[in-house]
């Protein structure tokens, strides 16, 4: 059997000869000592089977030894040596689940830290915090190369308080000394194994401890970072240990990226935010500037000609067939200045500038049901002092579901709750028309009404939900007076109609002047 020195040495220390020396020894215990090389063995590789073999190869050649010294106590030997055998395996058996359960811990741990980091130099120090618990460092640092600058930069240290935050460490220039970054390593000056000149990202560490482990993160070929942990004993690290880093040590690095994507992701959805929001603003500047430019211009100039016209109308005698025709014009006049004023409202409406959502909500429910018939329910529940930003979009967001109704839902009830709470504002607008598959209704080109709400909802870091089914037929079989009576719930749901339901957070910025 072909083993290393380290492996015959653990073997060793579990063999029945092994217990001799364990009982002349005052107060050692041998089974600690098999549980302890144990778990060497399973960090060396060492398969169980190799174990095995090998304590039954020792036994192979130590009967013949017991046979010729101890003859007539032989049986009893035996007896003892298969007890004995039994208690190692088990032993062995479970120094090598702790050493499995540490890793599968450590993994785990690795996995959630992913999770649950808020962004990348969390992530990282989190990470470095796992490994080097479990390699029990003393310190750790980790350092990843700056793509802009290709230097080593630290970002995160552990264990080591006078060491503040390092950055613009140069790669080596030295071939040899980047050579050997770019590999793990393991160096023990009492072993007389000290780091080449450089290597030690930290300085320091030479005169502060007497191990140091390096292990690279690389990038395909390319050293993208280093982790490198210190130890105040000489402790050599082993296979699985070697094996397990180098493992997390890939695994942090894509970690690393994927969170450097989404914050980059982030702070671009917050400039696309921002920019939406500014155009939000455009928008409700553009309708005030339009509102003003028609009440200002054309509406004066229509109340103008409207004037002219009933001055002129009244020098015409009365039957006169250019008096009638002057009336007319009058009376289109008045109907444009009457539209004219409605767009003016609806652009800007000076209700919800001078009282308040509320009040605003009230004239629009009035002048739609001066043009739908239809029953319409209006609720609100401490909605004062509103940020105006909230109170415009909310506004708007009404708006639309009313142009949306009158345009395609022939509905007959409406009912409109908002009410604000724990901080939210919470918007229901629900209708019995007949209903839309939502699907279709926001994969249609050039149709932006819902998903102009949606947008605006998720601009605004709101919650948007629409549920819809189209209108069923109902059963064309005739009924009896009781069948009518015990079904008539179930008519009633034959029409489910349109629900929108909307959350904002109430604390928004005020809207700023453009």
């Not at 190369?145 to 390092?166: K, N, W, Y």
């Not at 390319?222 to 397990?244: C, D, H, I, S």
Request: one cysteine or more; aromatic letters at 6%.
């Amino acid at each position: 059997m072909n083993l290393g020195v380290r492996e015959r040495t653990a073997l060793t220390a579990i063999t029945p000869g092994a217990v001799a020396r364990a009982l002349s020894t005052a107060g050692a215990d041998f089974f600690e000592q098999v549980e302890y090389h144990g778990r060497r063995l399973a960090k060396l590789n060492l398969p169980p089977s190799q174990i095995v073999a090998a304590l039954e190869e020792y036994d192979r050649l130590l009967t013949p030894v017991l046979k010729r010294v101890f003859p007539e106590e032989y049986a009893n030997f035996q007896w003892v040596r298969e007890q004995l055998h039994f208690c190692v395996i088990l032993t062995l058996n479970n120094a090598y689940y702790q050493v499995r359960e540490t890793e599968t811990k450590a993994f785990y741990e690795l996995f959630r830290v992913e999770l649950e980091s808020r962004n990348l130099d969390d992530l990282l120090e989190r990470f470095l915090a796992t490994l080097s618990q479990f390699c029990r460092a003393d310190a750790a640092h980790l350092y990843l190369v700056e793509p802009g600058t290709g230097q080593l930069e630290h970002r995160c240290g552990l264990g080591d308080p006078q060491t503040a935050r390092r950055s613009g460490h140069g790669l080596p220039a030295d071939r040899k000394l980047r050579r050997t970054l770019e590999k793990a390593k393991c160096w023990s000056w009492s072993r007389k194994e000290p780091p080449p000149e450089g290597v030690l990202l930290d300085n320091t560490w030479k005169r502060r401890f007497t191990t140091c482990w390096s292990i690279p993160l690389t990038e395909g070929k390319q050293l993208a970072g280093v982790m490198q942990f210190g130890f105040k004993n000489n402790y050599a690290w082993l296979p699985r240990e070697q094996e397990l880093l180098s493992a997390a040590a890939e695994r942090c690095l894509v970690a690393a990226e994927k969170a450097r994507l989404v914050e980059d992701l982030a702070r671009r959805e917050e400039q696309v935010r921002t920019l939406a929001e500014h155009m939000l603003h455009v928008e409700e500047a553009e309708r005030r500037r339009i509102s003003r430019e028609l009440h200002d211009e054309a509406g004066q100039s229509l109340l103008t000609v409207r004037l002219q016209l009933e001055m002129i109308e009244a020098t015409l005698p009365e039957q006169a067939d250019t008096r009638l025709r002057l009336r007319e014009v009058r009376e289109v006049t008045e109907r444009t200045i009457i539209e004219i004023r409605r767009l003016i409202a609806a652009l800007s409406p000076a209700v919800l500038e001078q009282l308040g959502l509320g009040a605003a909500l009230r004239q629009l429910v009035t002048r739609f049901r001066a043009v739908h018939p239809a029953k319409v329910k209006l609720q609100l529940s401490r909605i004062q002092h509103l940020p105006k930003k909230l109170e415009i979009i909310v506004y708007r967001l009404v708006q639309e579901c009313f142009n949306n109704i009158a345009k395609h839902s022939g509905a007959r009830r409406v009912n409109i709750s908002a009410t604000t709470a724990d901080g939210m504002l919470r918007l229901s607008v629900e209708d019995d028309g007949k209903g839309f598959s939502v699907q279709e209704a926001l994969a249609k080109k050039n149709s932006f009404g819902l998903a102009g709400l949606r947008e605006r909802v998720a601009l605004m870091g709101g919650k948007f939900e629409i549920e819809s089914e189209p209108e069923s037929e109902p059963d064309a079989a005739p009924a009896t007076t009781a069948s009518r009576r015990k079904t008539e719930p179930e008519r009633s749901r034959l029409r489910r109609g349109t629900r929108i339901r909307i959350e904002l957070p109430v604390g928004m910025e005020p809207l700023t002047s453009l």
